[in-house]
């Protein structure tokens, strides 16, 4: 009995040490995770995959879910119907969604001292993210091919980012393809409730700012 009772607690011990630590804190503040409000939803989450990221670093240890607030589970997977309503072989693909502020830190010591450093909020106010009440989100077709928007960081290492940042000041202007692409993003996240921001085309909040602030808590 007493070994049947040792080998139960060490399997317990190994279970608990092989969770995940990100996903701990997006359970026990009551995150959802999206694919499981709509499974034509796909994700991606390129800050945890070293590879994917122009950090070139792992931040969610691996993650391969993406939590958020129920709310926002809720109105992109609406966003989602809005879309296939559109065209039946676009899909919504979600880059990112709650990000603990202590990733966020480590994100914005990496960046402070770059031109790339709008693309990070600094920790100390918080972002939308910490809040688990933002998105960032691209559209793809049926080959899981994103359409085309422009400049996208998600994509690119730090040097190729900088050098695209370089040659955009030099031309702002948009290809008509990537407008009508990022039009379309824009109107279907707006009729889904979210709300965007002006220098990121990838980014939606769940609500505005203020209210954010005062329904839910930073992730820490």
Known sequence: MKQILLIFLFLS??????????????????????QKYNSDIKVDLVNSDSDKNFFRADFYKGLKKCYVREEVAVKISNASKILKGINSKYFLLVYDGARPRSVSYEMYDKLKNTPLKKYVADPKFGSMHNYGAAVDVVIVDENDKEIDMGLNPFRKNKLQLAKMLYDMKKNKRLTIEQKNNRMLLKSVMIKAGFYPIEIEWWHFEVDRKENIRKKYRMIE
């Open 13 to 34: 011990c190994s279970h608990e040490s092989g969770i995940n630590k990100i996903e701990q804190k997006f359970l026990k503040e009551g995150l959802v995770d999206i």
